[in-house]
Nanobody, 114 residues
Framework: QVQLVESGGGLVQPGESLRLSCAVSRSTANFNGMGWYRQAPGKERELVAGITRGGSTNYSDSVKGRFTVSRDDAKNTVYLQMNSLKPDDTAVYYC????????WGQGIQVTVSS
């Protein structure tokens, strides 16, 4: 069983930054795709950012230029650096790991409000 645990969420004001971390209970070096989804109230879950084992990244249009996804396979962790946060970024953020199946974290709340 693979466990993913997110941390780093919270309440921030517009324009501020947060860094999310997702610690994985097994070695991530053998997994290709990792990254983050989010789900805002009343909306479907959407892909925020993903990163492959080779370091290729993809982002949703709404976060390009503001968010950066990275991974550290030595620490079995994936990160999401979020800058210039907006109220529309308010959501529960979920990390994921793609193997023979997709594994999910439990989710962490990010609230952007003045």
């Amino acid at each position: 069983q693979v466990q993913l645990v997110e941390s780093g969420g919270g309440l921030v004001q517009p324009g501020e930054s947060l860094r999310l971390s997702c610690a994985v209970s097994r070695s991530t070096a053998n997994f290709n795709g990792m990254g983050w989804y989010r789900q805002a109230p009343g909306k479907e879950r959407e892909l925020v950012a993903g990163i492959t084992r080779g370091g290729s990244t993809n982002y949703s249009d709404s976060v390009k230029g503001r968010f950066t996804v990275s991974r550290d396979d030595a620490k079995n962790t994936v990160y999401l650096q979020m800058n210039s946060l907006k109220p529309d970024d308010t959501a529960v953020y979920y990390c994921y790991l793609n193997g023979l199946q997709t594994y999910w974290g439990q989710g962490i709340q990010v609230t952007v409000s003045s």
